[in-house]
């Protein structure tokens, strides 16, 4: 197709490769190239067919990709490479630490204004389709409370954050969302829960040979910003069972609004998702993103944006008129 939206990858890890995966189920996109911090010629895609360059030499590359879909972390790559990328390209990325998600749109903001592009931010699903459907929620049914249960899913922030206590050889850590708490929600008590009483959490661990394995314990679950506020389960496994049964990435979660409306009426919105894998399910909603990143730069709009600018009419590859026919 000669009118295909020319896409690009910045990063070629789980989330790389999972966008290389959705763009192919999207005969309106093209992948015209990766981009890598690693030796290009150590990098293998999924389709040997496309190239992949140093992202060193991503400048020279701007009138060839219509829209540069961001696959580094949230920690430290995006940070950096968001506000530069900006300056070049019309962008998406998953940027997911909440806390900051203000400080990083202003700083993409003003770069994507000077440069006339847009740069769409905190795409995934929570944040992203789980943002708009507490948008939904709290709008529809303004009597009310939002409750957000994540899991049961790998998480990957909470996995590195383990990896990276001394003697840890492997690890993964699962979020489980509190069956007791999702049935007070649904029932609509409303209930006010602490941290604590909506989620645990579960780790595998494969140890180095000799470490302590009380200290490792002790340094997880005491954890600040991790695990000091949850019921943390630690569990200690070899590297086989490790292969086995824990090298998947699953999850998924709920958005309940629970609310009243007239005199006493309750009514209950939910949205649920369940992930055999997060970082492809991720880097599907990036993708019809960027579709509607590029209809709103062929519309000439700039500037950083949300999920909560974009009509969901402009993420589908259908004409207003086939959504309502198809879908209205």
């Known amino acids: 197709m000669s009118n295909q939206i020319k896409v690009a990858i910045a990063g070629y890890g789980n989330l790389g490769r999972g966008v290389e995966s959705a763009l192919a189920q999207n005969p309106d996109m093209q992948l015209v190239g990766v981009f890598s911090r690693r030796d290009p010629s150590s990098v293998e895609l999924l389709n040997k067919d496309v190239p992949v360059y140093a992202i060193a030499d991503i400048e020279q590359f701007q009138d060839q990709v219509d829209v540069m879909i961001l696959c580094g972390g949230s920690r430290s790559d995006l940070p950096e490479q968001g506000p ?127 470490a302590d394995a009380e200290q490792i314990r002790h340094s997880i679950v005491t954890m600040p910003d991790y695990f000091a506020d949850y019921d943390t389960e630690v569990n200690f496994i070899d590297s086989a069972t490790f292969a086995k049964e824990h090298t998947k990435m699953p999850h998924g979660g709920f958005v309940i609004r629970s609310g009243v409306t007239g005199t006493a009426s309750k009514q209950t919105i939910e949205y649920s998702l369940a992930l055999d894998s997060n970082p492809e399910f991720t880097a599907s909603v990036l993708v019809a993103y960027a579709r509607a ?36």
């Open 84 to 210: 530069y990328l900006a300056q070049f390209f019309n962008t998406v990325d998953s940027f997911d630490t909440h806390a900051k998600v203000n400080e990083y749109f202003d700083a993409l903001d003003i770069p994507a204004k000077k440069a006339g592009k847009i740069a769409l931010l905190s795409v995934g699903w929570d944040p992203g389709l789980f943002s708009l459907n507490r948008l939904y929620g709290e709008t529809i049914l303004p009597q009310g409370e939002t409750y957000t249960f994540w899991g049961k899913g790998l998480s990957q922030g909470h996995s590195d954050a383990i990896r990276r206590v001394a003697g840890v050889k492997s690890g993964v850590q699962y979020t489980l969302p509190s069956e007791t708490a999702i049935a007070r929600v649904r029932a609509g008590e409303q209930p006010e829960l602490t941290t604590r009483e909506k989620h645990t959490r579960q780790c595998f661990i494969v140890l180095d040979d000799g």
């Open 293 to 328: 990143v590029h209809k709103l730069a062929s519309r000439g709009e700039v500037g950083a944006k949300t999920v909560f600018d974009v009509a969901p009419g402009l993420l589908s590859p259908k004409t207003p008129a086939q959504l309502r026919k198809d879908l209205l």
